[in-house]
């Protein structure tokens, strides 16, 4: 895998604590071709790399999008994005990666826990583009920390997904056992986000008898 030189074109503050950088060739080439799922490891300083999921659709050519979290347990990466890296820096980062890829199926459950929304939101514009049948669910704390709201429910497959917040009525929270009750042979599950969420919905499914290749994660 080469190495690639980058420019911040943009860098945007999302929501609580969640910033987003656009990436573009520094030769304004086009940038190498991605698939949903994938992402890159970026160079943030001397001796740190970290790896992030690409979040725009894998139709583009010209960025590169990724969202960043804030952590407050942070060993420097993501301290050192939100604080050190901005628009028009250069950054060194690698040709994309997928182990977390989409596989042919007839529907598609999209599970995405705070950050994790960054590859689960690239699979539902490359579904929604492609005319898949699917569904996103994006659980967050609140509003304020829910990245992307705005780009989601502006979207063309906005009718597919369901907000969950921690603080809103208990009628709006994910009821994960009804989503999957009964396992389809046909349907195939996504799910990205706090190791928490993740052996969450893994437990859930399995439990209700999901085969093990029908389910996909990535912390």
């Known amino acids: 895998m080469g190495q690639l030189s980058v420019k911040v074109v943009r ?4 929501a609580v604590d969640i910033a987003s950088f ?14 949903a799922g994938s992402h890159i490891d970026v160079h943030v300083r001397d001796g740190i790399v970290r790896q992030y999921s690409l979040c725009n659709d894998p139709c583009e050519t010209h960025r590169y999008l990724i969202g960043v979290l804030r952590d407050p347990n942070s060993r420097g990466g993501s301290v050192a994005m939100h604080e050190g890296i901005r628009e028009g820096d250069i950054v060194e980062i690698s040709e994309p990666k997928n182990h977390f890829p989409l596989v042919p199926a007839v529907r598609a459950l999209l599970f995405a826990g705070g950050i994790g929304v960054t590859p689960i939101l690239c699979m539902a514009e490359r579904l929604a583009h492609s005319g898949a049948d699917f569904e ?3 659980c967050t704390r609140w509003l304020e920390r829910t990245a992307f709201h705005a780009r989601i429910t502006e979207s063309s497959f906005a009718g597919r997904v369901q907000f969950h917040f921690d603080a809103g009525p208990q009628e709006q929270k994910l009821d994960l056992p009804a989503l999957i009750a009964k ?3 046909d349907t195939h599950i996504y799910v990205c986000g706090p190791g928490g969420f993740i052996d969450h919905v893994v437990n859930t499914a399995k439990g209700l008898e999901w085969g093990s290749a029908q389910i996909h994660l990535e912390y």
């Open 11 to 14: 860098k945007i503050q999302e």
């Open 22 to 35: 656009e990436l573009a060739a520094v030769d304004g080439n086009p940038l190498p071709a991605f698939s």
């Open 136 to 138: 996103m669910h994006y």
């Open 183 to 185: 396992p389809e042979p």
